[in-house]
């Protein structure tokens, strides 16, 4: 089973768009229950501040990790494809 959520760009599965989509609904869901009791159970206080900073924090890695996929060729991505038939010739090694 997959879970992980595609990149709307390149189609992949992205762990870091996962974790920050995650962390994001996580925070969201901790910020509308900060200060509540239930069943006698105190739920600590969540300010927007602290939702913006755990937010800020993944989305900079998610940023981060895309940046650097932009700028290095990415090892797992799959390679272009080879140039079709008709193209301009390929020099190789002399022999």
């Known amino acids: 089973m997959r879970v992980w959520i595609r990149d709307p760009k390149t189609k992949q ?6 974790l920050l989509v995650v962390t994001t ?5 901790k ?11 105190a ?27 932009s700028k290095y060729a990415d090892p797992v991505a799959p390679h272009a494809p080879a140039p079709a038939e008709g193209g301009p010739p390929v020099e190789g090694p002399s022999q």
Do not use: H
């Open 13 to 18: 599965q992205s762990p870091t768009l996962t």
């Open 25 to 29: 609904l996580a925070c969201l869901a």
């Open 31 to 41: 910020l509308l229950v900060s200060g509540l009791t239930i069943n006698g159970v």
């Open 43 to 69: 739920l600590g206080d969540f300010s927007g501040t602290d939702f913006a900073a755990a937010v800020a924090a993944v989305g900079a890695l998610y940023a981060q990790r895309k940046w650097t996929a």
